[in-house]
């Protein structure tokens, strides 16, 4: 399996707080994604990297905030959680554009 | 924007060959269509990438016709280890163009 983790791993939050999600990669690869999964939606791209500072938005970024300081890892932030937030949240990575992507084994989060 | 449509659910028994078809008619030129595998509590996984006619590996064999607006991810001889989702992806001309859709839930019937 691709060296991926994701911490926190569940995670229970109450509306209004920040909350960070940290993706961490050992395999060196250039992309690195956010996604969030949820029933009758399927998986949504939050936000994407592709190389050190360099970011750019997915399909439903609006609430979301990303940043990649080096290379392994790639931070998800809610800045003002809402419940419409509640989901399950992967991180992938890829070493080119149209490369596959592998899968973290998520972090799910709940927003009361 | 190549966005995707396949079925829903699919059931087949254990030792049967399944073609799953996704629809994607404005898939772009430079566009590969990409299909992937998820089961319960786990993030998706990598099956079979194409761009044109048919490549086969290991687990699948994906059929892409000429016009390319739709592809058939066939998996011989399904077992019960076989249920799970199934997405079809097709992209990217950007990174921001991967759309998993809701995929398609395959179930196999001992």
């Known amino acids: 399996d691709a060296g991926i983790t994701q911490s926190p791993r569940h995670k229970v939050t109450e509306t209004g707080t920040p909350v960070t999600l940290r993706c961490h990669q050992t395999?060196?690869?250039?992309?690195m994604y956010w996604y969030r999964q949820d029933p009758g939606h399927g998986l949504r791209l939050i936000h994407y990297?592709?190389?050190?500072?360099?970011?750019d938005k997915g399909e439903v970024s609006d609430g979301y905030s990303v940043s990649r300081s080096k290379t392994e890892d790639f931070l998800l932030t809610l800045e003002s959680a809402t419940s419409s937030q509640t989901s399950v949240y992967f991180c992938?990575?890829?070493?080119?554009?149209?490369?596959?992507?592998?899968f973290g084994p998520g972090t799910r989060l709940t927003v009361l | 924007l190549a966005k995707t449509t396949q079925p829903v659910s699919m059931d087949s028994y254990e030792g049967q060959e399944v073609n799953i078809t996704c629809s994607h008619n404005?898939?772009?030129?430079?566009?590969?269509i990409t299909w992937y595998q998820q089961f319960p509590s786990q993030g998706p996984r990598f099956i079979i990438q194409?761009?044109?006619t048919k490549v086969t590996n290991e687990v699948a064999s994906l059929f892409i016709p000429a016009d390319r607006k739709s592809s058939t991810l066939s998996l011989p001889r399904v077992s019960l280890s076989d249920t799970a989702v199934y997405y079809c992806?097709?992209?990217?001309?950007?990174?921001?163009?991967?759309?998993f859709g809701t995929g398609t839930r395959l179930t196999v019937i001992p």
């Open positions: 992938a990575i890829s070493g080119g554009m149209v490369d596959e992507q592998f």
């Open positions: 395999e060196n690869h250039r992309y």
């Open positions: 990297s592709y190389g050190v500072k360099d970011t």
């Open positions: 404005n898939i772009a030129t430079n566009d590969y």
């Open positions: 194409g761009y044109k």
């Open positions: 992806l097709v992209g990217p001309l950007g990174a921001n163009n991967l759309f």
